[in-house]
């Protein structure tokens, strides 16, 4: 009953900014982290940036200093604010959840949405 919304893909140009929106709905007893993954053609999944209950970030080094992930925990939402974008940037960005349900730790994935990068 947990779902994961995604907004905010689409194309732009290289250099330009973009920003992602996640919205966990439905019942959560804990988050503890949110975070953001991304797929492109040909390559594995990787993590692009997180953002634990306490606030903390991590990002990939590909990405550091570009891209700004932040959470509005009362909204139980996680963004991305993607600037100076790449080609490279180019791919399936997919919002991620990690908690803790009564029953026990759960992760729940959003359904991925498409960021295109034009040179």
């Known amino acids: 009953q947990v779902q994961l919304v995604e907004s905010g893909g689409g194309l732009v140009q290289a250099g330009g900014p973009l920003r992602l929106a996640c919205a966990a709905s439905?019942?959560?007893?804990?988050?503890?982290?949110m975070g953001w993954y991304r797929k492109a053609p040909g390559k594995e999944r990787e993590v692009v940036a997180a953002v634990t209950s306490g606030g903390s970030t991590n990002y990939a080094a590909s990405v550091k200093g570009r891209f700004t992930i932040s959470r509005d925990s009362a909204k139980n939402t996680v963004y991305l604010q993607m600037n100076s974008l790449k080609p490279e940037d180019t791919a399936i960005y997919y919002c991620n959840v990690d908690s803790v349900q009564w029953y026990g730790p759960r992760q729940y994935w959003g359904q991925g949405t498409q960021v295109t990068v034009s040179s």
């Open positions: 439905g019942s959560i007893f804990r988050i503890n982290t």
